[in-house]
């Protein structure tokens, strides 16, 4: 075949290249950023040792026992074989071989950072799941309907009936977590359209508060500066010394403490996109306001969304490993990163690996999660990855 039969002087075009699909320009785009993918490899390992290690260290005869004791191998050091004269059979260790040392109680430590691996994996994104979805519900509200007013009698009824009920249902014994549970709910019920519409009227002397009125946005945004006033862990910490130890309180903390920074990014986006056309497009059709936000606004404003759950991910992990290095975390005898590294505090000098190997598993994962959402931010931020 004639090569110049086919060449565009012949009226012949060339066929056009194949389209790449949006998930393979992302990859393309992402591979570009080593650290990023470093980062993403690691936590992909991370995922997978965490989900492993729930299935090992899980049941009735797990192949490794967090909690089995042997005090005659106590402080044993990494690669270290077992006296298998003086263990039974079911207390050697899986594989016969103690791959990161025992600790004071003889329990092997492979097997504790095993389990604290599915503890923080599962900190970290519960924790993070509960403060995204707040961030997004109040954030979208003050995007949405920031220029809304509502009257500050309204404010003050809710308050006083949400806190009643809140301190009621909460006891005294959670009545830390309740106060938190109780702030929220009266904030999301008062700039909520559902209650401002439903809320009953205030007796007459309350005349000025019903002649004062606030914006929504003044409202949600005043107490995002509130909540960023106290120190987040220092909050954290006195909450959970008042409750009962418990991991799922911990991640509820955590969680409705750390929805600031991610409520800011979606007001900022909702106000952009709020007057964009295929808005305006959507209220002229008579679309509902929670199809709009939901259907519509919240998949254009994920963006900073996505980069701020991986950073709270590392972020909560952190937190609950300083939580359970000073006494307050997870109780025993679950294990932790950070209660494995409370315990080898004492044994610096005759057992440094009860230090370094959990510290490093920290330092490691809490390092691979900002490096992959830095990656995200440079690749879904336009003007960033112009530069690049």
């Known amino acids: 075949m004639n090569p110049e039969a086919t060449s565009p002087a012949f009226g012949l075009e060339e066929p056009p290249a194949p389209r790449r699909t949006r998930f393979e320009e992302f990859w393309r785009l992402f591979r570009r950023n080593r650290m990023a993918l470093a980062g993403l490899v690691t936590f992909a390992l991370f995922f997978f040792c965490a989900v492993i290690g729930l299935g090992l260290t899980s049941g009735n005869r797990p192949l490794f026992d967090p909690a089995r004791v042997r005090l005659q191998e106590k402080l044993r050091p990494p690669l270290s074989m077992p006296h298998e004269t003086s263990l039974e059979p079911e207390q050697r260790p899986f594989g016969g071989v103690y791959l990161f040392g025992t600790d004071d109680l003889g329990r092997d430590v492979l097997a504790r950072m095993l389990q604290g691996a599915w503890v923080s994996l599962t900190v970290g994104f519960v924790a993070v799941g509960i403060s995204v979805a707040i961030g997004v ?39 830390a977590v309740g106060l938190l549970l109780t702030g929220h709910a009266w904030l999301f019920w008062s700039v909520s359209p559902w209650g401002i519409q439903h809320r009953k009227q205030p007796p007459a002397g309350l005349g000025f508060l019903r002649r004062n009125t606030l914006m929504v946005d003044t409202v949600i945004m005043r107490f995002v500066d509130i909540m960023l006033c106290f120190p987040s862990f220092f909050l954290i910490l006195t909450v959970v010394a008042l409750l009962p130890a418990s991991i799922y309180n911990i991640m509820i903390v955590i969680g409705l403490t750390s929805w600031e920074g991610t409520a800011r990014f979606v007001r900022a986006e909702f106000l952009s996109l709020r007057e964009q056309d295929f808005v305006a497009a959507a209220k002229a059709l008579g679309v509902g306001n929670l199809r709009i936000i939901f259907r519509h606004m919240v998949p254009n404003a994920i963006a900073p969304v996505l980069v701020s759950a991986t950073l709270g991910v590392a972020s909560a992990i952190l937190t609950e490993a300083g939580l359970s290095f000073l006494g307050f975390g997870v109780p025993p005898p679950h294990a932790t990163w950070g209660n494995i590294l409370s315990d080898g505090k004492r044994f610096i000098f005759d057992a440094p690996w009860l230090t370094f190997i959990p510290g490093a598993a920290i330092l490691i994962v809490v390092l691979s999660f900002n490096l992959f959402g830095e990656g995200l931010r440079d690749l879904l931020n336009p003007r960033l990855r112009e530069r690049k």
């Open 137 to 175: 519900i109040m954030g979208g509200l003050a995007g949405f309907y920031g220029d809304r007013r509502i009257r500050l009698e309204q404010l003050l009824v809710t308050a006083v009936l949400l806190t009643g009920a809140g301190l009621l249902a909460a006891g005294l014994k959670a009545s």
